[in-house]
Each structure stands twice: as C-alpha cells, then as structure tokens.
C-alpha cells in the first residue's frame, strides 16, 4: 500500500505538471494567434487612414479648385452687369420706349404710357399696337376656334 501511495504521490505532480505544460502551451498559441489578429488589424486600420487622407486631400483640391472657377465666374457676371449698366446708360433715349414696352407687356393701356413714359399719344399707339398685337391674335385666333366649334 505504500508502494501505491508514494506512486500516486509521484504520480500527481506528474500530472499537474502536464496539465500546466498544456495549458501554457495552449495559452502561448492562443496569445500568438490574437497577436498575429491585432497586426492584421493595425495592418487594415493603417490602410484605411490611408485611404481616408487620401479622399480628404482629393476633395480638399477640388473644392479648392471649384471655389476659384467660382470666383472667375462671379469676376465676369459682375463686369456684365457693370457692361450692361454703362450700355443702358448710354442709351438712355430709349429708356422711355423700353419701359413702355414693359408696361404693354404687363397689360398698360396707351393713355398709361402717355402719363408714366412722357411719349406722345402717337408713340403710345404705336407700342401699344406692336406689343399687344401677339395677344390680341392669340385672343382673336381663339373667337375664331371657338366659332368653329
């Protein structure tokens, strides 16, 4: 009986040993296996950084370039404007029959022009009639159809 109790106390740290040698072995594969992940992982997130700066600075530039074609475009608008002011400056003489012709558009009568524009009754007439005359034929064309009808 002694032989079998010193065998077993022989034979236990044995066992714990290789229990622990196991253990350790499987833990040192476990640790290098989620090393090897956390690498990867840091290989992936770098390349992403990458890829984000790279985007960042491609839309940096071309809103940089966007913001000048902007600039170059409101640059010319403002010297039409200007072009356009010094041309109705210009030509103020027919500034009156402009405005006239706006008037008619809008629906003003020929005794209207004479009072707001300052033109003769003549000249009142005459706008009327060239300005009004595509709405008379449309209003005319219709009476016509619906005649027909």
Known sequence: M??????????????LAIIALVSVSGSKKQINELRQQLVESKQETEALVQALRNETHAMGSGSIGIGQRLQEVEKKLNLTVEKQV???QKDSGSLPYTYAIRLVEMGASSDDLVENCGLARVEADLISLVHSGSKRKGYSSGRQNAAHI
Request: aromatic share 6%; charged share 20%.
């Open 2 to 15: 002694q032989d079998l109790l010193i065998y077993i106390l022989i034979l236990v740290p044995v066992l």
């Open 86 to 88: 010094e041309l109705e």
